[in-house]
């Protein structure tokens, strides 16, 4: 799960760095901005869970796990008897998602390991669901994982992809222009990384995905975040510190003009006076996108 590639940054997907709600990520554990979008979007967390259907008792797999924050959420849906894997390929971040994810509540069981959507381990047919939170766009062979995650599935099982910000999100009120111009850069900077496909339209392209996996009954529902002054410390954090420091960052300068750049500086730095979280009146919206599909 990653926080980079579109306004949602997050992923996606802990706090250990120092740093206060102002400063820049600088050289804190990628785990820090994942954990900050997690935190952001947990209220609505419990609605979104509970619109994949999880139920008590089964077991299910977390693929790209992240900070490890909606194993546990999940784990703690499923409940008594309950178990969820997450998994993540770097080692570094499974220990991280263990530290930061802690034990559930409810007695739902939870644990985390080293593992490739791509390439998975798991016996066919071994888990009831499997969850995929803001880390779909990332895969390449986006088939590939899907066929792996139909095959550890059982017959009749879910499998849940959430996307943050299919449809553009909204933290320039009042800069419609510009906020347009730094998606468009952020388009082309995600380019290579999808081999020649952004993060946007790959999240956008995710339906067919599932259906081209063989996939059925696929259902997709967004909700809308929405934020206003006074921010609470989580969403302050998460803006302004990945959205406007990390995301909006020295990574899109060269793609944005000097006009571009310099105003961008203006409203999104942290020691700007006219940082557009300052104004008494900021607002913000923010869509999540499920998208679930069923193993035949």
Known sequence: MS????HGGGGGHGAHGAHGHGAPPGDEPFTASLERMNRFQEPLAAAIIAECGVPRGSRGLDV????????RWLAEAVGTGGHVLGLEPDPKRVVAAKELAGTPSGGGAIAFDVGDATALTLASASVDWAWLGDVLHHVV????????LRRVVRPGGRIAVKESQVPAAMFLPGQPELERRIQVAEIQRTLDEGAGRSFQERRQTTPGALRAAGLEDVAIRTWV?????????ADQDYIQ?????????ERLRPLLSADDWALRTAVCDAESPDNA???????????????VARVP
């Open 141 to 148: 062979d986006t088939a590939a994982a899907l066929r792996e």
């Open 277 to 291: 979280l300052r104004r008494p009146d900021y607002w913000c919206l923010y869509p999540i996108t499920l998208f």
């Open 64 to 71: 790209g796990c992240g900070a490890g924050l909606w194993t």
């Open 225 to 233: 975040l929405q934020r206003r002054a006074p921010l609470a410390p």
């Open 3 to 6: 926080p980079g590639g579109g």
């Open 241 to 249: 510190r990945t959205v406007f420091s990390r995301n909006w960052g």
